[in-house]
């Protein structure tokens, strides 16, 4: 029965952490399998004032899914795919614990030939789509195809007494990137997208960063049209490539890949989609452009083609991945060391400006880091690589002091993994008085006695954070 709700032992203890490898705490699990055992389970919890959080693949790297006390409810079981639809463009409707791989494989099957997919390309694919959607997650694709909710119709949501709420497009957008905080999303209808007719992949190689910074300035005076477009523009620097090919080896999907010369200390990953003569122009003017910048064009990997393509975005996945497993590994020597990472946006800085952003003050204070991500909206990701517990101490140091440069700058934090529970303290640096506000009025609607996902976004002081003592930025 899968309404049950089990007491913890020591059989549940994978549902205690998340990617973060943050560890919590819980006193009972529950297994729910379709929306009206969410409904009465949740009903139950909220008569005894049971906190509770929402699980789905556990995938999140800031602690989100990591339970603090009370009840864990993981949506694991709630793999049903109800609907495919494609009368006034293709729609999915679905259950939240369908992974980003179930959904794709779904719609090849039933949209055979048709060439339909969901935009929102979060790498992992083992996430699920209420995991997704309570984290607004995008990925690689994020130059094109922008937000997630644009790609969302209509959400179902049980709310912290268990009743069910029904959202159209009109209301839905308050609830994609809430995580977790108004209720749990037991079904989705998802808008589809076309494929582009055709999709290159174009990998170029740098030794200086000035070289890679002016070839992303010219790409930026590239127009989209409508036959072709980037998609994707992603970058790694020389300490990611090198934890990627340290495990490469081992990893199936990208094994076979040459290793990225030695001289080489960037990289910069372009997907161009479109018809074939739009696409081979910009190819072309990417060639021009990276002469222009001192590249060897010679050097660049250039594939087409789906499975390709696929082997280009698993060589981008790994980079997170494999920097996710360094912290497993320094976990093994000291369980005290959990993911840090900043993965801030720092717009209007140039891509040179950026990285310097991050690698100056990493350098100054003997840090190793990775830095990659996508250069759209200057989302990279900073990743401190600890190797024991005096260093993980500095990297937090070093990643508060990256906050503090930051909200210096831009008065407010802006990043893209969201907040959970890692993050919390920033949260009144990355939310104006009045968005707080707003999302004080929804928790008053959907979750009165504020049970759900306690600890996420909000810590229990983040409401008085004052975030002038980032003003002034306060050195390592
Ligand atoms: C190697 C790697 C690469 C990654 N790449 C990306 C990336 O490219 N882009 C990106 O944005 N993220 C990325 N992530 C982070 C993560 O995959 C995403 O945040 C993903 O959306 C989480 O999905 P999940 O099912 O694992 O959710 P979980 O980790 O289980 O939960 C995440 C949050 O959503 C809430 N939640 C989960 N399900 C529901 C539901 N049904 N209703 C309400 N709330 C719910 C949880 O309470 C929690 O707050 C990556 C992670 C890893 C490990």
């Known amino acids: 029965m899968s309404r049950e709700i089990y007491p ?13 490898k943050n560890q919590g705490s819980a006193v009972s699990i529950s297994f729910p399998e379709s929306e009206e055992e969410i409904q009465e389970i949740m009903e139950t919890l909220g008569k005894e004032n049971i906190p509770v ?6 995938t999140g790297i800031v602690g989100g899914s990591v339970p603090v006390g009370g009840h864990i409810m993981n949506l694991q079981k709630m793999k049903r795919i109800e609907a495919y639809t494609d009368n006034d463009g293709p729609t999915v409707t679905l259950e939240p614990g369908v992974s980003l ?13 048709k060439g339909y997919f969901w935009p929102p390309s979060p790498t992992e694919t083992t996430a699920s789509i ?5 984290t607004a997650a995008r990925g690689i694709n994020i130059a094109y195809y922008e937000d997630t909710r644009k790609y969302v119709s209509e959400i179902h949501l049980v709310d912290g ?9 009109s209301s839905l957008d308050t609830v994609i990137g809430s995580e977790g905080l108004y209720g749990v999303i037991t079904k989705a209808t998802l808008l589809l997208e076309k494929k582009p007719e055709e999709n290159w992949g174009i990998t170029f190689f740098f030794e200086e960063l000035a070289q890679v910074n002016d070839f992303v300035n010219g790409i930026e005076e590239i127009e989209d049209t409508p036959f072709g477009y980037i998609v994707a523009m992603e970058y790694v620097d020389r300490a990611s490539i090198d934890l990627v090919e340290s495990k490469k080896e081992f990893m199936t999907k990208i094994k076979e890949l040459p290793d990225v010369e030695p001289e080489f200390n960037h990289l910069l990953y372009i997907e161009i989609g479109g018809k074939e003569d739009a696409i081979t122009q910009i190819a072309e003017k990417l060639m021009e452009l990276v002469i222009q910048c001192d590249g060897n064009p010679d050097k660049a990997w250039a594939v087409m083609g789906e499975a390709e393509i696929q082997r280009m975005r698993a060589f981008h996945h790994s980079v997170a991945e494999c920097t996710n497993l360094f ?3 320094a976990r093994r020597n000291d369980d005290r060391i959990t993911k840090l990472e900043s993965d801030m946006a720092l717009p209007g800085l140039s891509l040179k400006e950026c990285v310097e952003f991050y690698t100056e003050a990493a350098k100054a204070n003997n840090i190793d880091i990775t830095i990659f991500g996508h250069v759209e909206g200057r989302y990279l ?4 690589l600890p190797k024991n517990y005096d260093e993980y101490e500095r990297g937090r140091r070093l990643l508060s002091f990256w906050n503090q440069k930051a909200y210096k700058k831009y008065k407010k934090i802006t990043v893209e993994h969201g907040i959970g529970k890692v993050k919390s303290d920033l949260a009144g640096c990355i939310f104006t008085k009045d968005q707080i506000a707003q999302i004080e009025e929804q928790k008053r609607k959907y979750d009165p006695n504020r049970l759900l996902n306690r600890g996420n976004i909000f810590s229990e002081d983040a409401y ?11 050195g390592l």
């Open 8 to 20: 913890m032992e020591e059989k549940y203890q994978e549902y205690l952490t998340d990617e973060s």
């Open 53 to 58: 959080t929402i699980q789905g693949s556990m």
């Open 101 to 113: 791989e179930e959904l794709e494989q779904g719609i090849n099957r039933n949209f055979k030939g």
């Open 130 to 134: 209420g995991g997704v959607l309570a």
């Open 161 to 169: 007494m268990g009743k069910l709420h029904i959202l159209d497009k």
């Open 327 to 329: 912290i497993e590994e």
């Open 381 to 384: 990701h900073a990743n401190i």
């Open 464 to 474: 008085d954070k004052d975030c002038s003592v980032y003003e002034a930025g306060s």
